[in-house]
Structures are given as structure tokens and as C-alpha cells.
């Protein structure tokens, strides 16, 4: 590194101007009290429990899924003997996003694409495949269902393979994620329903759970999406939370259901870590603090069931670098330490490859070593917030807080979290961002080991991206036709269109989708319900 | 023959690559323009043109893109020419209507082509009317220009279209009275696009009550869509096919093409005129009279009576 | 420029396409396009260079490629996104320079100069 001006004024990524050293006056009077509290008391910004990873270590818990389902079931499985202590299924994005299935026109167009991204599952069948032999019952299952107009389909899908291995739903934990900064903002698909439908597919889902599946992590807002898409950690925190209001708010208008119910199941959230490893981390303790003083001071709601913010972190896909792609894998560790400095609960590290491809086997298991490195080896769990108190890490907490409040209120003001997304002034407060990002490299003002500085390159490994298998699209092809040339066609017809009046009137989504299920009604077929119904969200970017 | 004179021909045969070719010929509107014009003259005039101008942002394109399937039940092929800023600093430009409008469906039967604006007021590109007339020469029945319609010089469209189609949003009462004005007065028919969102009623009340004032005979017709789903879009499209039917019963299609016709025709001498005064500028004869008249030894009018003689003596 | 495939990463795109813009190009956005999407706005807007973000699988890229030089033989193509070496190397051996991940702005905006320099 460079020698550098000692006066030389150095931001965080949230724009916070940082001194060379932190004193107990910096801290601002109104957050000194805070630091008194024990980690698992409120306002929590200390942790989500006094003996933290003692008790019980964060998840590791991995994106992974490719090719057909039994390649992904294979995957699976290997990070689960590699030391995985949860999983995470991965549609294919071209049909899930977009709720098509593989003989959709757009999809033909790309057939190689198909399975490249997560497995091909346009069927309850397909899922069952997945499935086959993975711990449902004991261990934590992520859906898949990011996406939310696939949410609704992954859930049924996953719920209905269970049911019918005879475990009783009510004990069933996981989650499916259903969140909007991912193809609202971040990667916006092709096609999707409106926003308006997307709220009440949520809503619905968290009225389901509360009722069905207690155990179950309804709706995880993403701020990684937003943030991997160019918001900064603070309008991370502020668009997070405004997210949160809108299903709040939903729920409240709805009164189906207490209210209490509904903050637990949003209280499942995930956040981006990136490479500014104190502001990162102190972005985990902001949040825990931000969440128990919204339910407080907006719904009145103080229990520590529900004002306890859960949170799970994956690190920023889109700080690895193209370039010497080992060297990932020291910011993976230095993000994921980030992470399990703020205390989270869960974590997954991107693989090296990620700025290549989807990761391979080597970059998954990496991925999770890392992990067990940090958790085995380094007493990183011994002490829960170890940067409680420290001037520095307390005056970055207190100020983004603040920081995020007020874009929380700029939110507000253009309508809310949903209105935003729909105007595009999400899309362009991420887009100057990225701009001002990519120029700040370009000048050589931020250094990028490997790319705009020390790029000698000697490494023996040859990293030449994953690929995934070559017979995705047509197994899955001939799935599709096998399903409909062997299901009860009457059944699921009739299924279907329960489901088009079940989307046409106000009640709860989710029996139908249930039925729909189980009845092999494919993916594409509910999409064109969804699109008949709903119609096409009006993207208010030039993608 | 010459080389662009193949061209055209071969466009007027029905090349698409030689129609794209001739409308980059023309955008860069040097001398070729003339010898385009002459020669596609005897074509032109069959297209039915529509103009749809509005802000930025009020969903013309995506309003363009759900007229297409009407309008192609009632003309067989639809040129569409989407006219977008160009950046005043970098002389460059993001054209983005193509996004919302790939036409891909249709096959041969539609042809969009972006055109950036390249420094011309008025919402148009200073190519616009040579590439609307290219087009309606190759055939292309029906024309749909997209202008930038941003306060009120920016109305050109008027000027070219037979029909013009004004597209506003909920919340258009809120704007300032001057930008109100130029698109009320622009309008043959009016759309209040978006009218899912809150407010489409007040707007429509503001706009009748705008467009009282005007005292037109008859008073144009406002619709209402939400281009995104396709709501009111079948009416929109009757109503543009029946201001067309009111043209050329009332007979004022005809008038009103002459008219835009001596337009043309102004505009295209101001154009070779200004042409003609700047090489007039650069050349010895002007160079040395401007001497003179800094030295005091002719006054500003034997100057400029002696240069306007030698713009119009005739060239060899 | 044109997305080849159906994830909708528009960070890239966005980016370069904007600085391209500040550079003084016209810049025609298509978005996420299939194949026949791409050749008909070559054709159509009678373009001097054709930018394609790939990421996915490297065929879908290809055929694209293929299809443009069909029709547009003498319309240089560059192409930037998440691709490994190898198919780097694909698109090379077709003519078609490839502007990977980390790639400087300058450097993209000096290929599109150069590569419609004779045009
Ligand atoms: N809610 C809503 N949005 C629309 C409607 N029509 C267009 N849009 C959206 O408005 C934005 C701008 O549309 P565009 O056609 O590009 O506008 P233009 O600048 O006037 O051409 C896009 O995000 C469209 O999806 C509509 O009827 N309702
Ligand atoms: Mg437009």
C-alpha cells in the first residue's frame, strides 16, 4: 500500500467520515448507555443471546444446485458430510424467476442455460427427487422460492414432499426467502407480477405459517440483493426495514392474525457482508438495534421472541474478483468474519469461482472450510460481541443507525419500500452508486488486489469456471412431457383452476397452491395463471 | 446509377438492411439528402402517420408496443421511428425504447428504429421527417413516431403527423401551467396512461377543463389505459382510427398535409439556407469584406447587400 | 446492447453503457434478447458495433454471435460479463473481443472507438 496523506479523508462505503482513533467522547451520549447492556437484551444491538456462539455456533449454511435434481440432491449431500449444518435448494433461474417451464419460448431460446443456475424443478416430482434422503425433518431446509412470485410454488413444493414422507408440518423448520430487492432490484427477471400481488403472496404466506408452520421462517427480507445491487450499508438497513413495514403494515390492515406473529416471521432476515470489515460488522449490531425499536416505538411490540432480530449473512458475491481467484478466498474469510463479528446466526461464504461461475465442488467445500476454520479453530466463538465497547465499533453502530433512519424516512416519503421499487428511485440511488463504485476504481482512488494493482499472477491452479452438466434442459424436457402424459389430467385441471379463482379472489393462496401440488400441476401452467391474473410488472429500468 | 440511388431502390424493393441503411444516411443529413428525397418523392404520401408525445417516462413506448397489435388488424405493416434525447455534453445518447418494444412477435411486419435527437428542439431528430418519409415510401402503412415531449417548444410531432396522440399520467393537474398548455394545444386525441395508479379521474377532469378553453370543434376525445396490461388500448386505438376517419371525411386530411407540406418545404430551405450562408462565411470574398468593414472602409449595409448578391448569384 | 441471457444483472450493461454515452456514442438498449431480438436490431437500427453481456452458458453467446455475423458480416461484435477463460477464448477464436470481469471502462469505451473507427 501506498504511504497515504495522514489528512487524507477516508469514508466508509455508507459515505461515514472516519478518524485515525476513537475516544469514549465520540460515541454519541444517547447510544453510551447502551453499551452497558448484555448481549440478548434489548435494544440487542449486543446479540441475539448473552452466551452467543457458545451455545449455539451460527448455521453454515451454502447456496448450492445446479443440473437436474439428483445433481443437486448429490450436492447437497456432499456439503452436508463436508460439515453443512442446514441446506439451501436452488432453482434453475431462467424457469423459476420467471415461472416458466422449459418449453416457454424464452426459454428455448437459451436452452444451455438451463440448469446452470440452480436445478430444473417443475413439479412436485422434481422436488421429491431433490429431496430424496435430505434431513427435512431435523435439519433447517431453505426452499428455495427466493424469487417472490416462485415463493408460493417452492414452499407448496417442499411442504408437500414432506407431508408425504409423514412428517407432521407443524415441526417443520425452514425458509424460503420470497424476497423483492432480488428480482425487483437486483436481478430483474423478464417478467414477474406487480408489486401489489407480490405483498399479498407474502402476506399470505406469513397468515399460512403462523397457523400451519410455527416453526417456519415465512418471509426473509434480503438486503444482500439490495446491497450486492449498489445501496450502500446504511440504505441496506434503511430499505431492509422499510421492506419490513410494508408487511407489517399488511398484516395489520388484514387483522387475520396477532401482529406479534407476523414481526416474528419478518424477524428472519439476511444482509450482505462485505469487505469494510468494522462498518460491516457494525452493521449486524445496527440492525438488531433498528428492529427492536421499530416493533416498539411503531407497533408497541417489546417481547424478546419477536424484537430479536435473526439475522443470516452471505458474503458479497460481487467483491470477488475474476482475477487471481484464490485470492478470494481471503475475502471470503475477511467478509465472513465481518459477519461473525456482528453476531449473526447463519452464514454462507461465495465460493472463489463466484466472479467465474457457479461454485465448484472445490470452491463449495472452500466455502465451508472457512467456516469450520473460524468456528474450530481461531475462539471466535468463545466471547459473544467481542466489539462491544470499543469506541470505534460503537460510534460506527450509533451512526448508521441514524444514517439508515433517514433513508428509512426518504423511503417514506416517495411512498414507501414498495413505491420505490415501482418508481425506480431505488434503482437509481443503487445505479449512481455502482457508477461512483466502478469510477473510484477506475481512477485507481480504490485499489483492487489482482486487477488494478499487483497483478502478477503465479499460481500453479488453473480456475476455469464450473459448468455444471450438459443434460439439464433435456431430462428436464422429458419430464415435462412425462408428467402430463401421466398425471390425472381432470385433477389437475381442476386443480388449476381452483387456483386462477383462489389468485382472482382474497383468500389465502396457499391451500390452493397445496392442492395444485399435489395435484402435478408444472410451474409454467401456474405462471400463466399469475400472468393472466396479474399481469406484468412495468420494470421502471432499461434492463 | 448512383450508389444511394440503388439504395433506395433496393429499399423501395423491400430491404430492410437498405431502409436501416438510408435512415443512418439520412440522420447524418449531408448532401445525399436531397438526392433521397428525390427520388422516393413520387412514393410518399400513402402512410397514415401518428405522432405520440408526452413526458419522459409516461409510458408512450409501452403504449406503443400494446397499439401494435391493433393496429396491425387494420394495416399490414407498421413503421415505428422512437425519437430519445441526445446528452448536450457528450453529443451521445441511451436510447431505450426498444426495451419496452422488440416487436419481435410480429415478424416482418413491424420495424421500430431509435433515433436520438442529436441537438434539435422540438422533440424531434432533425432526420425525422426524411426517415418518416423513407418509410412511408417502403411501404410502411402506418407510422408511429415517439417524441420526447417535454415543455412546450418540444412539439414538432404536430408538424409531421397526421394524427397527434398526447399520452399524460395521474397527478398531470400538478404541472406548471406553460408545459400544460403547448400539450393541450398539441393534442388530436389524449390518453391518461397508468390509470391503475390513484388519480386518473382528477387528471382527466383537470384536462377537460384545460381543453374547454381551447373551444376546439369537436373537442377531442381523452381515453384512458394502463398500457401495461392492456386496459383501454382497443379503445385508444378506435379513437385514433376514427380522428383519421374525421380527417379525411371533414376533407382535412388533405388541408392539413398541405400545410405541413409548405412546412417541409420552409424548413428544408431554412436548412440548405443556413448551409449556404456558412460557406458564404468561410469563403475569400467574405473574408477580405470583413477586413474592409473593420478597417471602416465599407458600411454594415454595402457589406451585407454585397454578400447577400453573391448568395444568390447562381453557381456553375 | 443486448443481455443474451434471462438473469437480469444490469449493473454491467448499465455501467458501460453509460460511459459509452459520456463518450459520445449512441447507445441502443435492447435488454434481455434472444437471438432473433439481437439480429433484427442490428439490422434495423443499422448499427457500427453490437455489445453483448453474456453470462450463463457460453453456447447461448455463441449462437448469437453466429447469427449476427450471418446477418451483419461486417459489424464488429465486443462482449463483456461472467466468462471463464475458456469461453473467452471461444468468443476470441470467432472474432469477438472479450472485456471480462474487472475490466477497466476506459479500455471498453477505447475498443468500441477503435472498433468503429473505419465505419
Ligand atoms: N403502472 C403503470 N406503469 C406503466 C404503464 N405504462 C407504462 N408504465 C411504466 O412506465 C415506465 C415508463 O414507460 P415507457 O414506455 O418507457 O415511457 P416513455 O418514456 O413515455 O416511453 C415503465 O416503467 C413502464 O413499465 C401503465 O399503464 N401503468
Ligand atoms: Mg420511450
Redesign the pocket.
Known amino acids: 500500500m501506498k504511504k497515504q496523506d495522514a489528512n487524507l479523508v477516508i469514508e466508509t462505503t455508507s459515505g461515514i467520515e472516519l478518524k485515525a482513533y476513537y475516544t469514549p467522547d465520540d460515541v454519541p451520549p444517547a447510544h453510551r448507555s447502551r453499551a452497558r447492556q448484555a448481549p440478548g437484551e434489548a435494544p440487542y444491538h449486543r446479540g441475539f443471546h448473552p452466551t452467543g456462539y457458545r451455545s449455539k455456533p451460527w448455521r453454515i449454511f451454502q447456496l448450492s444446485g445446479f443440473g437436474k435434481p439428483e445433481d443437486e440432491n448429490e450436492r447437497i449431500k456432499f456439503l452436508l458430510k463436508n460439515g453443512e449444518t442446514g441446506f439451501i435448494m436452488e432453482h434453475d433461474r431462467n424457469t423459476a424467476d420467471h415461472c416458466y417451464n422449459v418449453d416457454h419460448p424464452e426459454v428455448l431460446a437459451r436452452r444451455e442455460d438451463v440448469g446452470l443456475t440452480g436445478a430444473v424443478m417443475q413439479s412436485v416430482r422434481d422436488m421429491a427427487i431433490c429431496l430424496d434422503g435430505l434431513p427435512v425433518d431435523t435439519s433447517f431446509g431453505h426452499a428455495g422460492g427466493a424469487v417472490v412470485q416462485h415463493a408460493p410454488f417452492a414452499l407448496a413444493g417442499y411442504w408437500t414432499v414432506a407431508r408425504k414422507r409423514g412428517y407432521d408440518l407443524s415441526r417443520i423448520a425452514g425458509t424460503g426467502q420470497s424476497d423483492f430487492n432480488l428480482t425487483y432490484l437486483g436481478c430483474v427477471t423478464k417478467q414477474q407480477i406487480?408489486t401489489d400481488a407480490g405483498l399479498r403472496f407474502n402476506a399470505d404466506i406469513i397468515e399460512f405459517c403462523a397457523e400451519h408452520l410455527p416453526r417456519w421462517v415465512p418471509v426473509s427480507i434480503a438486503g444482500y440483493n439490495a446491497a450486492d445491487t449498489g445501496l450502500t450499508p446504511d440504505q441496506e438497513l434503511g430499505a431492509l426495514f422499510a421492506n419490513a413495514v410494508e408487511y407489517l403494515d399488511e398484516i395489520k390492515r388484514r387483522q387475520n392474525m396477532p401482529l406479534e406473529f407476523a414481526a416474528k416471521g419478518c424477524g428472519g432476515v439476511s444482509f450482505r457482508a462485505s469487505i469494510h470489515l468494522f462498518e460491516e460488522a457494525a452493521k449486524m449490531r445496527a440492525a438488531r438495534l433498528m428492529w427492536s425499536d421499530l416493533l416498539q416505538s411503531r407497533y408497541g411490540l417489546t417481547d424478546p421472541k419477536t424484537a430479536n432480530l435473526r439475522i443470516h449473512c452471505v458474503t458479497a458475491g460481487s467483491r470477488m474478483t475474476y482475477q487471481q481467484p484464490l485470492n478470494n478466498i481471503v475475502r471470503g474469510t475477511v467478509m465472513a468474519m465481518a459477519a461473525v463479528l456482528g453476531g449473526v446466526q447463519s452464514l454462507g461464504v461465495s465460493g472463489y469461482d463466484e466472479a467465474l461461475s457457479i461454485p465448484s465442488e472445490h470452491a463449495h467445500q472452500m466455502s465451508v472450510r472457512i467456516q469450520q476454520i473460524l468456528q474450530e479453530e481461531t475462539n471466535l466463538c468463545a466471547v459473544t460481541d467481542p466489539l462491544g465497547g470499543s469506541y470505534y465499533v460503537e460510534t460506527l453502530t450509533a451512526t448508521l443507525v441514524e444514517k439508515a433512519w433517514a433513508f428509512f424516512e426518504q423511503i417514506q416519503q416517495q411512498g414507501g419500500y414498495l413505491a420505490s421499487l415501482?418508481s425506480?428511485w431505488l434503482h437509481a440511488q443503487a445505479s449512481e452508486n455502482q457508477y461512483k463504485e466502478f469510477m473510484a476504481m477506475e481512477s485507481g482512488q480504490q485499489n483492487v488486489v489482482g486487477v488494478t494493482c499487483a497483478t502478477e499472477d503465479e499460481t500453479p491452479f488453473h480456475v476455469d469456471g464450473f459448468m455444471g452438466t450438459d443434460d439439464a434442459f433435456d431430462v428436464a424436457l422429458e419430464r415435462l412431457k412425462d408428467i402430463r402424459r401421466s398425471r390425472h389430467e381432470a385433477g389437475a385441471n381442476a386443480a388449476l383452476k381452483n387456483l386462477e379463482a383462489v389468485c382472482r379472489s382474497d383468500r389465502n393462496i396457499m391451500p390452493a397452491m397445496l392442492d395444485a401440488l399435489e395435484s402435478d400441476v408444472t410451474l409454467g401452467e401456474i405462471g400463466d395463471v399469475y400472468r393472466e391474473v396479474f399481469g406484468d410488472?412495468?420494470?421502471?429500468?432499461?434492463t | 446509377m448512383s450508389a444511394i440511388c440503388e439504395q433506395v431502390d433496393a429499399a423501395l424493393a423491400g430491404s430492410r438492411p437498405a431502409l436501416a441503411r438510408l435512415l443512418s444516411i439520412a440522420e447524418r443529413s449531408g448532401p445525399e439528402l436531397l438526392e433521397i428525397e428525390d427520388r422516393i418523392s413520387a412514393r410518399v404520401g400513402n402512410a397514415l402517420v401518428v405522432g405520440v408525445t408526452?413526458?419522459?417516462?409516461?409510458?408512450?413506448?409501452?403504449?406503443?408496443?400494446?397499439l401494435l397489435p391493433h393496429a396491425l388488424k387494420d394495416f399490414d405493416g407498421v413503421g415505428v421511428l422512437?425519437v430519445d434525447p441526445s446528452s448536450p455534453f457528450s453529443d451521445g445518447a441511451i436510447l431505450?425504447?426498444r426495451?419496452?418494444m422488440q416487436g419481435g412477435e410480429y415478424g416482418s411486419s413491424v420495424f421500430i428504429r431509435s433515433m436520438a435527437s442529436r441537438g434539435e428542439l422540438g422533440g424531434l431528430a432533425r432526420a425525422a421527417s426524411t426517415a418518416m418519409r423513407l418509410m412511408d415510401a417502403c411501404g410502411w402503412s402506418l407510422i408511429i413516431i415517439?417524441t420526447?415531449g417535454i415543455g412546450q417548444v418540444e412539439l414538432d410531432v404536430m408538424n409531421l403527423a397526421d394524427t397527434t396522440l398526447v399520452?399524460l399520467?395521474p397527478g398531470w393537474g400538478d404541472t406548471i401551467q406553460a408545459n400544460k398548455a403547448g400539450l393541450t394545444e398539441a393534442g388530436d386525441v389524449f390518453v391518461i396512461?397508468?390509470?391503475?395508479?390513484p388519480g386518473a379521474d382528477v387528471t382527466r377532469t383537470d384536462l377537460l377543463e384545460s381543453l374547454s378553453l381551447l373551444n376546439r370543434e369537436p373537442p377531442p376525445p381523452v381515453c384512458q389505459?394502463?398500457?401495461?396490461?392492456g386496459?383501454g388500448v382497443a379503445e385508444l386505438w378506435t379513437a385514433l382510427r376514427d380522428h383519421q376517419d374525421y380527417l379525411e371525411q371533414s376533407g382535412q386530411l388533405d388541408s392539413a398535409r398541405a400545410h405541413k407540406q409548405q412546412l417541409l418545404v420552409r424548413r428544408t430551405i431554412t436548412h440548405q439556407l443556413t448551409h449556404e450562408v456558412e460557406r458564404l462565411m468561410d469563403s475569400d470574398l467574405a473574408t477580405s469584406m470583413l477586413d474592409q468593414s473593420t478597417l471602416g472602409q465599407l458600411d454594415l449595409r454595402q457589406t451585407v447587400d454585397r454578400l447577400l448578391r453573391e448568395l444568390a448569384r447562381p453557381r456553375g | 446492447m443486448a443481455k443474451t441471457g434471462l438473469d437480469g444483472h444490469w449493473r454491467g450493461p448499465t455501467i458501460v453503457a453509460r460511459a459509452l454515452r459520456d463518450a459520445g456514442f449512441e447507445v441502443i438498449m435492447i435488454g434481455m434478447a434472444n437471438t432473433d431480438d439481437i439480429v433484427r436490431a442490428a439490422v434495423d437500427e443499422d448499427v457500427d458495433l453490437v455489445g453483448l453481456n453474456v453470462g450463463g452458458h457460453i453456447d447461448v453467446a455463441i449462437r448469437a454471435v453466429n447469427s449476427v455475423q450471418e446477418a451483419r458480416p461486417e459489424v464488429p461484435i465486443f462482449a463483456g460479463g461472467t466468462v471463464p477463460p475458456r469461453s473467452v477464448k471461444m468468443l476470441q477464436d470467432l472474432g469477438v473481443e472479450v472485456y471480462p470481469p474487472g475490466s477497466q471502462l476506459a479500455d471498453i469505451v477505447d475498443a468500441a472507438q477503435r472498433l468503429t473507427a473505419t465505419r
Open positions: 406487480p415501482d425506480g410488472w412495468n420494470t421502471p429500468i432499461q | 408526452g413526458p419522459p417516462g409516461a409510458g408512450k413506448s409501452t403504449l406503443i408496443n400494446a422512437a431505450g425504447d426495451v419496452r415517439e420526447l399520452v399520467n396512461n397508468k390509470a391503475d395508479k389505459s394502463t398500457a401495461s396490461t386496459d
